[in-house]
């Protein structure tokens, strides 16, 4: 009993740690959108998670395949906006 104890103890630690290094990896340093061309006469924006949108008419955002974002690679997904 008590090794199991120990062993699920220790891997809901572990399991935690890597759930917030992963988050910190990946949205705690990304702060804004980034303008990353034009498309059909909008402008193009890549988001922290690499997603890329315009907005419409309506002020919703429209996604797009990401492959139509031209940014460079220091600002693209994932990474801090600096």
Same mark, same amino acid.
Request: glycine share 8%; net charge neutral; charged share 25%.
């Given at each position: 009993?008590?090794?199991?104890? /120990? /062993? ?6 572990? $399991? &935690? /740690? ?5 988050? /910190?990896? $990946? ?9 990353? *061309? ?5 402008? &193009?924006?890549?988001?922290?998670? *690499? ?16 492959? &139509? ?7 693209? *997904? *994932?990474?801090?906006?600096?």
């Amino acid at each position: 009993m008590k090794k199991s104890n /120990f /062993f699920n103890a220790f891997f809901s630690r572990s $399991t &935690l /740690f890597v759930s917030i290094f992963v988050f /910190f990896l $990946t949205n705690g340093c990304c702060k804004d959108d980034i303008s990353c *061309g034009v498309y059909n006469g909008r402008e &193009l924006f890549r988001e922290c998670n *690499g997603k890329c949108y315009y907005v419409d008419n309506n002020n919703d955002k429209k996604y797009v395949d990401a492959s &139509l974002c031209d940014c460079d690679d220091k600002s693209s *997904g *994932g990474g801090c906006n600096n």
